[in-house]
């Protein structure tokens, strides 16, 4: 099949698998969000928000191995479907132990500590665990040896654990706050560029008010007003972000409005709406799929920022700004991993947006 042949989607696909960076970054994202998806099938930690912790073992490095006690929950009834995507509510106990032992139908054990001076040696009768027959069989279901890949938090949390659960919040808010963008974006984009004149003053007057201020302190604004929480900062995020697009889609409508398929479609008595939907806009988007891309970058950086100010989403959601604010101190004590991993996180997956909509710029332009 000749080039000229193919449509112009099946051009732009192939010269957008041609670039190397560009496919390696749409890789990545898709494996965040995987991982985001179905993040509780494999990691250690399995309750609601990642959030089981065991201040024995807090700040521990990357690689640490402890053995752990399990006490069944006695509420743990069977898991529903949306509890292997939201973690669950009751879940077992996990007590990190140096020792073990049974002796006349209770369980022994020394719970962890750095200090020999600081052992606690508690019992627990074996009643208080289901179906026990021998000790080795106690061993192979309540006794294992866990290992923290990534180390623990400062509350003795599975460090790896919430930085995949974390990955949701950065992806979601890039998500939830293009769609805000993209929709009120393009309404008044596509009012200004097609009406123009008084509307068209109107509209870029409110554009300019809205460019003049800060976007962090506007955004900041917003959720104070909203109040803090998950959703209120995605709502507070989305509607910062439109007044590019909406500069955008006016200028592209201004320039494709008096096209001869225009006039054609004002000649047969279509109306403004679908003139606008039907005809303009699919030739628009271009250039307003490249800025999603860079508002979706935008957007993580500044829900990264808002929770390391405390404004984003509150403990204990578990979201890369507001780890890296609980360990942040811990840079100067030897401990920086503990907000190097989720910055780096954050970066790449920041880079990754930013390269594909480096690569979408190359696609869409004509002139490659």
């Keep these: 099949m000749s080039t000229n042949s193919k449509s112009l989607t099946a051009l732009a696909l192939q010269k957008f698998f041609k670039s190397f960076l560009g496919v390696i970054s749409l890789f990545f994202i898709c494996f965040c969000i995987l991982i985001s998806v179905f993040g509780f099938f494999f990691i250690q930690d399995k309750s609601v928000n990642v959030n089981q912790m065991n201040l024995n073992i807090h700040s521990k490095s990357p690689g640490f191995q402890v053995l752990m006690l399990k006490i069944p929950n006695k509420q743990v009834k069977e898991t529903k479907f949306m509890e292997y995507f939201m973690g669950k509510k009751n879940v077992d106990s996990y007590i990190p132990i140096n020792s073990y032992s049974i002796v006349n139908n209770n369980l022994v054990y020394s719970e962890y500590s750095d200090s020999n001076d600081l052992i606690i040696e508690k019992s627990v009768p074996l009643s208080d665990f289901n179906d026990f027959t021998s000790t080795i069989n106690f061993e192979k279901k309540y006794i294992s040896k866990t290992k923290f890949l990534l180390g623990t938090d400062k509350y003795g949390r599975d460090l790896l654990s919430r930085l995949i659960i974390g990955s949701r919040i950065s992806l979601a808010i890039g998500f939830v706050a293009v769609f805000i963008s993209l929709v009120v974006g393009i309404f008044f984009g596509s009012l200004a560029g097609y009406y123009g004149g008084t509307i068209d003053a109107i509209v870029m007057w409110f554009v300019n008010i809205i460019w003049s201020i800060p976007t962090l ?51 047969l008595g279509f109306s403004d709406w679908r003139i606008v939907t039907k005809h303009i806009l699919p030739n628009c988007m271009a250039p307003v799929i490249v800025i999603s891309a860079a508002n979706f970058a935008s957007a993580i950086l500044m829900e990264s920022g808002l929770s390391f100010l405390g404004l984003g989403a509150q403990p204990p959601i578990a979201s890369w700004g507001s780890m890296i604010k609980d360990h942040y101190s811990y840079i100067i004590l030897g401990k920086a991993y503990m907000a190097i991993f989720p910055g780096i996180a954050m970066c790449l997956l920041v880079l990754s947006f930013m390269l594909i909509g480096n690569t979408l710029r190359d696609v869409f332009d004509v002139k490659n």
Aim: glycine letters at 8%; charged letters at 15%.
């Design 217 to 267: 302190l506007l955004v900041i604004a917003i959720t104070l007003a909203l109040g803090k929480g998950f959703w209120q900062v995605f709502i507070a995020v989305g509607l910062t972000m439109w007044v590019e697009v909406a500069r955008v889609v006016r200028g592209q409508i201004m320039s494709e409005k008096q096209s001869q398929y225009v006039t054609a479609a004002r000649a």
